[in-house]
DNA sequence: CGTCTATACATAAGACAATTATGTATTAAG
DNA sequence: CTTAATACATAATTGTCTTATGTATAGACG
């Protein structure tokens, strides 16, 4: 696990990503992928994911449906066309502050 | 400019980069010097930027050193030892998170 | 001269995202 | 029968940053 504070303002592009990447998923499920897909650096928590959640679909990037599976609910997320447009942004986004922060920092990544 | 949530977290870890490649700088140098190394793409505000330069030298990781330049002030920041070693450390966290978060976008940076 | 921009420091109010804490409930393991 | 994992959710608090404000010198331009 890394400084917390470096994750601050990355949650909606992964939870963007990961979505356009892997197709339908439910929160947990996506905590879970997030935590395979890190090898155990990005633990994801629900009270900072859920909010995230409901906030994309407000904002009409996801969309939702709601599983009963046994006695307990899921709630499955998938992405809107403006949705998937938007996860590609926010991915390029990154990529050219990862490039401007190498520059600041001097240094190599990748 | 990219997202400014992006940023946050690696203030810190550029002031402490910067001030280990370029010596001894006053507070306004800094803001000119990581605007160019960023191409005018990080701009730091005197809002964020000299609470964190008084936190760092609380923390004793920069010292000071206040200059008369005619009647204007200039307070100088050095690194300190433990502010070279600290500095070492942060650049390398970034590096990490950027790995990590590399994974978890699957992108390649760099 | 007078005003605007750049230089140079600093603090305070407010916004915003995330952490931590708390709550409800089912299912499986020991 | 209790603990851990699954699965949702919200509220209080924390912390960093942005925006706003304040003081003051120096140089450029008309």
Redesign the pocket.
Known sequence: MHS??L??????TIVLKVLKDHGKM???????RVKELSEGRI?????????????LEAEGLLK?EVVN?????????TLTAEGRSIAKDRVYEFIDFIKTMSSVLQVNVG
């Open positions: 917390p504070e994750l601050k303002g990355t949650l909606q439910y929160g947990y499920e996506i905590t879970q633990l994801l928590t629900e009270g900072a994911l859920y909010p995230t959640l409901h906030k939702t599976i046994g006695k307990r609910i899921r709630k499955y997320y």
